[in-house]
């Protein structure tokens, strides 16, 4: 009745292409859809989330190698 299965495939969908075709005919999925790709595109803070998830990484080998 709300389309929560609709919003639900949206939130799961793994390339942009996939989450496009689903939002096509929906307004407000193609808005959401639109919103997600702006917030994700910033490549700054990309990189930054890139390197904090390879530094976290390196710290658990480093604490479960000395440990």
Do not use: P
Not at 44 to 56: A, F, N, S, T
């Amino acid at each position: 009745m709300y389309g929560i299965d609709y919003w639900a495939a949206l939130f799961k969908a793994r390339t942009w292409e996939e989450m496009k075709a689903m939002a096509a005919g929906n307004e407000y999925l193609q808005e959401a859809a639109h919103t997600i790709y702006e917030v994700n595109s910033d490549r700054v803070i990309r990189e930054q989330c890139i390197r904090r998830r390879e530094y976290d990484n390196q710290m658990n080998y480093y604490r479960t190698t000395i440990v």
